[in-house]
Nanobody, 123 residues
Framework: QVQLVESGGGLVQAGGSLRLSCAASGRTFYDMGWFRQAPGKEREYVAR????????DYSDSVKGRFTISRDNAKNTVYLQMNSLKPEDTAVYLC??????????????????WGQGTQVTVSS
């Protein structure tokens, strides 16, 4: 049974840091990514990483502040978030691709999704 389970969200002051984790199980996952969605807004791409973890990519809004990584021995992907801003407040969702060489920032290209974890940044 395929599962993606996020953890690590919470309330943090502007300028602070959080590390999100996504525990994946049930199959081999190729590209993995993080998305976020705030109330009244479209789901927004945040970051992605290849199976080998040799290539990463970030949206312009988080570049230089967030770092995506993965540990395939633990079947876990991470999102380290530093210098958090109130506009980072959203539900953060972990996503995975079931096939190799997709490499996309489009939500519709991801096959599996976690339940989401809330991140709230206060000013």
């Amino acid at each position: 049974q395929v599962q993606l389970v996020e953890s690590g969200g919470g309330l943090v002051q502007a300028g602070g840091s959080l590390r999100l984790s996504c525990a994946a199980s049930g199959r081999t996952f190729y590209d993995m990514g993080w998305f976020r969605q705030a109330p009244g807004k479209e789901r927004e791409y945040v970051a992605r990483i290849t199976r080998s973890a040799t290539i990463t990519d970030y949206s312009d809004s988080v570049k230089g502040r967030f770092t995506i990584s993965r540990d395939n021995a633990k079947n876990t992907v991470y999102l380290q978030m530093n210098s958090l801003k109130p506009e980072d407040t959203a539900v953060y969702l972990c996503a995975a691709v079931a096939y190799p060489d997709i490499w996309s920032e489009k939500a519709q290209d991801y096959d599996y999704w976690g339940q989401g974890t809330q991140v709230t940044v206060s000013s």
